[in-house]
């Protein structure tokens, strides 16, 4: 799934959820063209029981992961080892005991 959307390809995944389908054709918008949202493409989430503050909380989120990207690409930032490994084989990074 991740690699799908990282590719904007996602809705050739046939199992994901109606709530999945409408958060990522959201976020899809809102990091693309963010001027151009309206009323109706937040419907799918309230027809979902979304309210105001979770509608909100979905925005702050998109809005965070748009700016840390961002951020660390205007710095140019690149991923320590473990963690593009971790990326690649799923298999979480462990914290360290110290």
Avoid at 3 to 20: G, H, M, N, S, Y
Avoid at 47 to 58: I, K, P, S
Avoid at 82 to 87: F, L, Q, R, V
Wanted: charged fraction near 30%; glycine fraction near 8%.
């Amino acid at each position: 799934m991740v690699e799908a959307i990282k590719e904007k390809r996602w809705q050739e995944l046939p199992d994901l959820t109606d709530r999945q389908r409408a958060l990522c054709a959201l976020a899809g918008k809102l990091s693309a063209t963010p001027t151009k949202m309206v009323e109706k493409d937040w419907q799918p989430l309230r027809n979902l029981g979304f309210e105001d503050e979770a509608c909100l909380e979905v925005a702050h989120i998109v809005g965070i992961f748009n700016y840390l990207t961002r951020l660390a690409d205007g710095f140019g930032l690149k991923l320590d080892n473990g963690t593009t490994e971790a990326s690649k084989t799923g298999i979480a990074l462990e914290r360290s005991k110290a």
